[in-house]
């Protein structure tokens, strides 16, 4: 069974940074690749960011120059660094657990409780 946490949330400025944590239980952490999504109310949850077991990322175009996504296996940790926050990035971030085919990420039903982020203007 796998158990995902995330933290690191809060309101912050336009323009502004942060960076989520995911920390996740048992062992199958460093043999899976990892996303975030987000959900913003009344939109659907949409991927932001996937980093593969090897640590290679990819990013959606909303986002890609101004996040990075990173992990640390001994840790079993993942992050997502935010920079240049804009208001349209205000969500719950949800991190996830899956795997990469042919360049596509395919998520286990494993989510955490998410972690809100709000970005003011």
């Known amino acids: 069974q796998v158990q995902l946490v995330e933290s690191g949330g809060g309101l912050v400025q336009a323009g502004g940074s942060l960076r989520l944590s995911c920390a996740a239980s048992?062992?199958?952490?460093?043999?899976?690749?990892l996303g975030w999504y987000r959900q913003a109310p009344g939109k659907q949850r949409e991927l932001v960011a996937t980093?593969?077991?090897?640590?290679?990322?990819n990013y959606a175009d909303s986002v890609k120059g101004r996040f990075t996504i990173s992990r640390d296996n001994a840790k079993r940790t993942v992050y997502l660094q935010m920079n240049s926050l804009k208001a349209e990035d205000t969500a719950v971030y949800y991190c996830?657990?899956?795997?990469?085919?042919?360049?596509?990420?395919?998520?286990?039903?494993?989510w955490g409780q998410g972690t809100q982020v709000t970005v003011s203007s």
């Open positions: 980093i593969t077991r090897g640590g290679s990322p």
């Open positions: 048992g062992s199958a952490f460093s043999i899976n690749a």
């Open positions: 996830n657990m899956g795997w990469v085919i042919s360049g596509s990420y395919h998520s286990y039903d494993y």
